[in-house]
DNA sequence: CCAAAAGTGTTTTTCGTACACCCATGT
DNA sequence: ACATGGGTGTACGAAAAACACTTTTGG
């Protein structure tokens, strides 16, 4: 079956850039390609757009192919379309930046990799990613925006290592508190951690709203 | 002539949001509606991407179509895709934002409109032009942004009338200027205003770089 | 009782905002 | 000489950054 038109389309896809933070190291989400064009080469999960399908659906389907994602947050960055990103035919890609817990899919589309070694990418990926990065750092001067890589439930000092990892810099403890209570709306669970040796922490969860 | 594809693909267009500033007034570039659908209604201009087009290309081909432009400002906005946003075909759009100065586009494609007044427009385009100018606030707190409002040799008061009137705000004008030069690195043009009654301001212009 | 992380206010510095007067030109 | 916008520095207040000690638990 094929699919005619009076002028020639161009192709959609989506491709997202999954992050996930482990303990201090910034991951993405990457998939080795089958097939050409890059065959063997690293790139980001990404699919054809759905004729009848809204995008951000696309972008978590391409994520989902095994396994369900619940309350992902899921950020458009930008479209893009230079005419010979993909070899094949005209592809326009609208690229999602997903922020994940640390916990999220463990195994399925692809392979965590550190941040700092995923270059050489296929297609423009590595161009995706880099402005990924940078939209990232943009959003996160308001903090709640990155707390969906926290776990459901965290201590303030979680949370503080957290975007010390993310923001490659330092807080003071008590600053940080200040601010982050202030700008993100946190509600105490009444339960504390347990097993280390030294007092225990309250857990904080963010509010539905 | 057809052209056929093994799986359905979308339609691909750009819609720009041109703005411009007269005087205190800021206007967005319209064109009016010769067919279906929404015949008679306002939109944005617009145009679909050429197989082998850049988006930035064609973004500039849509407000081109009349006379050339040069050095403007653009800035992608964001791909707008619900299924339903064209009752033709799927759609996908990838907006930008323009920015004029006050002398460009006197007559050609469109119609100025004063911001406020454009409501009630074909398509989703109401909702990208709202999207514009919360993109535009944000990016006016770097005033170097804004510059592209100002015609090319300007005092510091016109450019803080400029500014004014974006931000719908009144600043302080020694505050500002101190702001002004430290955040765009501006050129004295060694000229000075005529033909006011009144002392001649200082002439400026932005530093290509 | 010691080690290790949790918890909690005050001071200092920095940045943004408010404010007032004299100057140069054209009429 | 006067009316009009052009040009310039300082003083105050709010917000961010720096800073140290006491508390609770497990070993």
């Known amino acids: 079956m094929t699919f005619s038109y009076d002028y020639p389309h161009p192709a959609v896809t989506v491709d997202v850039v999954a992050l996930r933070l482990q303990e201090i190291d910034l991951q993405v989400l990457l998939t080795r390609r089958d097939h050409q064009p890059y065959a063997g080469k690293w790139a980001l999960p ?30 458009q960055i930008a479209a893009f379309g230079k005419p010979d990103r ?4 005209r592809v326009i890609s609208i690229a999602y930046l997903a922020i994940l817990p640390p916990s999220a899919i463990e195994e399925g ?3 965590w990799v550190t941040l700092g070694r995923a270059c050489n990418l296929a297609f423009d990926h ?40 993310l923001l490659d810099r330092s807080f003071d403890k008590r600053n ?12 105490d669970t009444g339960y ?13 969860r963010t509010v539905s709203a």
């Open 46 to 75: 990404g699919s054809f757009v759905g004729i009848d399908e809204d995008l951000a659906i696309a972008a978590k389907r391409a994520l989902q192919q095994k396994g369900a994602l619940t309350g992902l947050s899921l950020t």
């Open 86 to 89: 993909d070899p094949r035919e």
């Open 109 to 111: 589309i692809g392979t």
């Open 126 to 165: 590595s161009i995706i990613l880099k402005r990924a990065r940078e939209v990232m750092l943009e959003k996160l001067d308001r903090l709640s925006w990155g707390l969906p890589f926290l776990p459901k439930e965290f201590t303030l000092l979680q949370a503080q290592s957290t975007f010390e990892a």
């Open 176 to 187: 940080f508190q200040k601010k982050l209570f202030d700008s993100c709306d946190l509600e």
């Open 192 to 204: 504390v951690t347990s097993g280390g040796s030294h007092r225990p922490a309250r857990l904080y």
